[in-house]
T-cell receptor
Framework: DAKTTQPTSMDCAEGRAANLPCNHS???????VYWYRQIHSQGPQYIIH???NNETNEMASLIITEDRKSSTLILPHATLRDTAVYYC????????????FGTGTRLTIIP | GAVVSQHPSWVICKSGTSVKIECRSL??????MFWYRQFPKQSLMLMAT?????????EQGVEKDKFLINHASLTLSTLTVTSAHPEDSSFYIC????????FGSGTRLTVV
């Protein structure tokens, strides 16, 4: 699976959009980009995934660049409960491959 | 949606004793379960992959005789930390597929 690179930490004001970048310059054509988050002392929670089109669900939006070398997770109206570590993972065979976590981005929502 | 139940949520045990952690898929059959360990301020580290009815596959550096994994049914996998020591104190998390990767809520193990 392709290596992903994320900033170590970010702050965002409550109510504003939180934009979390992820670099995956070596991603292959069959690898999807998955985002998970882990709130303190809980198990990771699935957020969203995409291949090449932008995706949106009730939690977030995922913007993938045309060359697929990077993506941005957008939390449109961040709340204090969005404070967590966010992981970007490139994976080609969801459910059958080992899910390997990098260091992620620690997002802190500021009141 | 898919739910994975993990028990206990926290446990304190004495050094030298064994602790069993259970991971159950409540509304789906989990042919594969993954076990992770997470130390404070670190990311999740995969320990092993277990497939129902077969032996677990351990990641490099994980002692299979210390961390016993049993996946005897399609809805239950257990991790037993044998002869636990303080350095085994950690947050243990399971995950189940094939419905994506649904994670349990984790077990915080403290060995005293």
């Amino acid at each position: 699976d392709a290596k992903t690179t994320q900033p170590t930490s970010m702050d965002c004001a409550e109510g504003r959009a939180a934009n979390l970048p992820c670099n995956h310059s070596t991603i292959s054509g069959n690898e999807y980009v998955y985002w998970y988050r882990q709130i303190h002392s809980q198990g990771p929670q699935y957020i969203i995934h995409g291949l090449k089109n932008n995706e949106t669900n009730e939690m977030a939006s995922l913007i993938i660049t045309e060359d697929r070398k990077s993506s941005t997770l957008i939390l449109p109206h961040a709340t204090l409960r969005d404070t967590a570590v966010y992981y970007c993972i490139a994976l080609s065979n969801f459910g059958n491959e080992k899910l390997t976590f990098g260091t992620g981005t620690r997002l802190t929502i500021i009141p | 949606g898919a739910v994975v139940s993990q028990h206990p949520s926290w446990v304190i045990c004495k050094s030298g004793t064994s602790v069993k952690i259970e991971c159950r898929s409540l509304d789906f059959q989990a042919t594969t379960m993954f076990w992770y360990r997470q130390f404070p301020k670190q990311s999740l580290m995969l320990m092993a992959t277990s497939n129902e009815g077969s032996k677990a596959t351990y990641e490099q550096g994980v002692e299979k005789d210390k961390f016993l994994i049993n996946h005897a049914s399609l809805t239950l996998s257990t991790l037993t930390v044998t002869s636990a020591h303080p350095e085994d104190s950690s947050f243990y998390i399971c995950s189940a597929s094939p419905i994506g990767y649904t994670f349990g809520s984790g077990t915080r193990l403290t060995v005293v």
